[in-house]
């Protein structure tokens, strides 16, 4: 059973794609341009470096709508 479960942790590893430069760039460009609540801008922030590329692409789109 513990062998089943690391090796899922391994493959799911094996998949993720970390944000990228440009992403974490321009999500801080639009958190700090359209989040007025700073107490929220800060959480968004602090959140920004554990997006994967997919997320963050979803985010970028949240908010160019």
Known sequence: NGAIT????KTEEAYFEAIT????????????????NEDERRQLETQIDSLSKNEASEAIQSFTK
Do not use: R
Not at 26 to 34: A, D, H, K, V, W
């Open 21 to 36: 430069d440009k992403q974490k760039s321009y999500l801080m460009e639009l958190i700090q341009g359209n989040v007025a």
């Open 6 to 9: 690391e090796g899922a942790y």
